[in-house]
């Protein structure tokens, strides 16, 4: 019998087995997808950053510092942002970046596949990316992890970076309202022009508050975050101008603003301004240090990322009064050198000059100064003529003509240091400028309202032709300055100026230069005769010839008084009055010069110590006349101890330092700072009372030097300083051939020292450029403003006893007694012998007593 077998399956066997595999390789693939993401999300999203609330927002924060009064001064940080709580911002501004972004913000979860799809659609159909695909939150994401791993890490275009970034996105999204979603992006957001952050973009591009936007403001802003730089307003300003309407369309389209209010920001043009700098724009180069001072102190990450307040002593108004004081007087000293010549020399060639006149007119219209040429203001133009019969030239200044008469340029001699100013005033236009060259002008009414006055012969007549400006000739000065101002009794720094412009040279005079002070140092000569040897204002010196033999050099020295004048027995009190050198040197010999070393070093002098860049003090009697440098700083220091009656108080920069939360890291201020709170108060005067100033030397002795120092100003080398109406001690100071030019000198409140010289020691100021002639005049200019409440005469100190005595020979002086002067003495030291009467032969002690 055949038995058939049948191997075909069951119907539907076949199809069962494959749904199970299926199924099978489903669970499986699941499983392991599933397994795949627990892992990857654990891995990728375990040093993420963490948000449970909004408290947990810790973003880098700039260090900020502000001046005496509140104002901003300074900004250092790695990125800057201006936290601001949500509701600060308004409405339409959240609008427009939602408009802009993410209209479908409040219907996702933290990835719009949907809104993906759509800007895929749109790119490819306008073939470049005109839309982004990224939520608001994924941007706050990025953002977060750029800040975190840093900008390469961060913006890296890898499969794991889009992974950290949806993870994190949805970790906002479980843990965060929409509405913190929303906080956190518009103060995260980089938005170009250093700007992080909604707040700290309204201020950087166009100075204001975020409340203050307009419309065409708020759309220009919420086009930033898809491409900073490809929008940015400076690089590339039509595709910014492009991108605002597309934003100002979105806003219309959800109804955030009217037709009309799109119509008028669309025509509005575009202004906008850099990120302000303002460490360079406000008080330079006290910000400067106290940059310094922040990184000898914090770690680099505190500084720039850790939101630090830093409360400093500047005087913002001082410090603009010290930058216009030596600006106007340096260039009024550096004009008495001399003319150095034109800026360029286009000579003949006219296409030359068009070119240069072509991109002067487009400078003056970014400026806004191309409508006229302001009084006061400086300008660059190009000589188109010259008349030397009527001594004047014609200069093209950008699309304005102009003339610059010989009245204007008579300082405009070559430079000679050793020719005398006033003889070497130019009668005639000089031949070293010629037509085609360049000239640094200021625009002035004052060359003809001397010509209609007739005050000057050398201003002839200027062509009457409204439309023709009348300039002055200008240089900028070649030589440099330095200004130290400080509160007596606080040590604050009301003003620090270490050059003439920061953007010139960072270089900081005032702290870090080691100059000659010439004879700004022999009030501490002289302070050393008076406390270590006894003397009074009263003992005489001999002003005659001394020569010094020096073997080693094989030279002989033999130094003299300015004008080389000499005049035998003088008092100290005229010695320093007159500045005169001699005297001071034979009361050096007097001291010792090792004491005299030892004694300024105890006043305050840091050469040759860690505290100083300068050299040890020399150990030469030329240290009367200020041979060995010292900075300015330590010279304050000195003069600041005599205002002070004898008590050190340490100069100060920083008064506070808070942290980002309030807390109070550094306090060091005055308790008697009128900023501070009644409570701050009673804390800084406790703690000073617990770190007492050193008396560093007797009142009675600070009060005696500075007696003869107010000498010198009512009567001596300082007499222009009275100008500033008020009491007023100090002390010039000229280096030899002039190189340095000094005056140093202080009220009862203030002590300010001001410098006047160049760089290097190649070429020494004029012959006649001393300290009362260079520096004086930055002083006064300053202190005319500084000063700003009269202060009363400098009050004697117990112990001390005044005497009406004659000034030339130091003796008491008679009821009768011409030009005598009152002197101070501490007590048991003042003179008993009367000086003898006119026509009277001297009497001894006793005629003398009974005639009294």
């Not at 749904?19 to 693939?29: D, H, K, Y």
């Not at 360079?280 to 922040?294: C, D, G, K, N």
């Not at 010198?712 to 000229?734: R, S």
């Amino acid at each position: 019998m055949l038995v058939k077998f049948d191997n075909q399956r069951p119907p539907g066997s076949l199809r069962s087995q494959l749904i199970r595999v299926a199924l099978f390789l489903g669970l499986v693939s699941l499983f392991g997808g599933t397994l795949v993401g627990v892992v990857a999300y654990g891995y990728f999203g375990q040093n993420l950053p963490r948000f449970e609330s909004l408290d947990d927002y810790r973003p880098k924060l700039p260090t900020r510092v502000y001046g005496q009064e509140g104002q901003l001064i300074g900004e250092f940080y790695s990125e800057k942002r201006i936290v601001l709580p949500y509701a600060r911002i308004p409405p339409k501004v959240v609008q427009a970046f939602m408009a802009s972004e993410d209209d479908r913000f409040f219907g996702h979860s933290g990835i719009d596949y949907w809104g993906i799809l759509r800007a895929a659609f749109a790119n490819l159909r306008a073939g470049r990316v005109v839309q982004g695909g990224s939520t608001i939150t994924q941007q706050v994401a990025k953002s977060l992890i750029i800040s975190a791993e840093g900008y390469d890490s961060g913006t890296a275009k890898n499969l794991v970076r889009k992974i950290k970034e949806a993870i994190l996105a949805r970790r906002l999204e479980a843990t965060l309202s929409k509405q913190d979603i929303l906080s956190l992006y518009l103060n995260q957001i980089f938005l170009g022009n250093q700007s992080y952050g909604i707040q700290a973009a309204a201020e950087n591009y166009f100075r204001k508050d975020v409340e203050d936007l307009n419309v065409a403001e708020i759309a220009l802003l919420a086009g930033l975050p898809q491409a900073p730089s490809r929008y940015s307003p400076f690089r590339h300003p039509q595709a910014a101008k492009d991108r605002r309407e597309y934003v100002l369309r979105r806003m219309l389209e959800e109804s955030i603003i009217t037709q009309a209010e799109l119509d008028e920001a669309k025509n509005l043009p575009i202004e906008v301004f850099p990120a302000p700098n303002l460490v360079r724009q406000v008080t330079p180069y006290f910000t400067e240090q106290v940059r310094r001072t922040l990184f000898d102190r914090f770690d680099k990450t505190t500084i720039l990322e850790g939101g630090l307040k830093v409360y400093t002593t500047v005087d913002v108004e001082r410090y603009r009064h010290a930058e216009d004081a030596s600006y106007e007087k340096l260039r009024l000293v550096d004009k008495r050198q001399g003319y150095r010549g034109p800026l360029k020399r286009l000579g003949k060639d006219k296409q030359a000059i068009a070119d240069f006149n072509a991109r002067y007119v487009s400078e003056l219209k970014y400026l806004g100064r191309d409508d006229k040429l302001e009084d006061g203001e400086l300008y660059v133009g190009v000589v188109t003529r010259i008349n030397r019969k009527k001594d004047y030239i014609y200069l093209q200044i950008g699309p304005h003509k102009a003339v610059l008469p010989l009245g204007t340029m008579r300082w405009a001699r070559p430079v000679d240091p050793q020719v005398n100013f006033v003889s070497g005033l130019l009668r005639e236009l000089p031949n070293s400028i010629r037509t085609g060259d360049v000239l640094l002008v200021r625009k002035t009414t004052k060359a003809r309202e001397m010509e209609r006055l007739g005050k000057t012969r050398y201003t002839r007549a200027i062509p009457d032709d409204p439309d023709l400006a009348v300039v002055a000739l200008e240089q900028e000065p070649n030589l440099e300055t330095a200004l130290l101002s400080v509160e007596a009794k606080s040590g604050y720094v009301l003003a620090m100026l270490g050059g003439y412009a920061f953007d010139r040279s960072e270089f900081n005079r005032a702290l870090q230069a080691c100059r000659q002070p010439g004879s700004s140092f022999k009030p501490i000569v002289y302070a050393a005769a008076l406390d270590l040897e006894g003397w009074t204002a009263s003992t005489t010196v001999l002003d005659a010839p001394l020569t010094f033999n020096d073997p080693t050099a094989g030279l002989r020295w033999k130094p003299s008084n300015f004008g080389a004048k000499f005049l035998g027995d003088v008092t100290l009190r005229q010695a320093l009055q007159n500045s005169m050198n001699v005297p001071a040197i034979r009361t050096l010999r007097k001291v010792g010069v090792e004491s005299a070393i030892t004694y300024a070093a105890r006043l305050g002098i840091r050469a040759g110590t860690k505290a100083s860049p300068c050299k040890a003090l020399r150990e030469e009697l030329g240290l009367a006349l200020g041979s060995s440098a010292v900075t300015m700083k330590d010279l304050v220091r000195v003069y600041q101890l005599f205002a002070n009656y004898g008590k050190r108080v340490k100069q100060r920069l920083i008064t506070r330092i808070e942290d980002r939360d309030g807390r109070v890291l550094l306090d060091d201020g005055y308790p008697g700072d009128p900023w501070a709170g009644i409570g701050l108060k009673v804390e800084r005067a406790m703690q000073w009372t617990e770190t007492a100033r050193k008396q560093l030397i007797e009142p009675q002795i600070a009060f005696l030097i500075t007696k003869m120092m107010r000498n010198v100003v009512e009567g001596g080398t300082g007499k222009a300083a009275k100008d500033v109406e008020v009491p007023v001690a100090g002390k010039t100071g000229t280096t030899n051939d002039s190189f340095d030019a000094w005056f140093v000198g202080f009220t009862t409140d203030i002590v300010t020292g001001a410098w006047v010289g160049y760089d290097d020691y190649n070429v020494p100021m004029g012959v006649y450029e001393q300290g009362g002639r260079a520096a004086l005049p930055v002083w006064v200019e300053y202190m005319k403003k500084g000063v700003k409440k009269k202060t009363k005469e400098f009050e004697a100190p117990e112990g001390i006893v005044f005497v009406m005595i004659d000034p030339k020979t130091g003796l008491r002086a008679h009821p009768d007694t011409d030009g005598a002067v009152e002197e101070a003495y501490r007590e048991g030291t003042e003179p008993t012998e009367f000086v003898a009467r006119a026509g009277q032969a001297q009497a001894d002690d006793d005629f003398l007593l009974l005639d009294n």
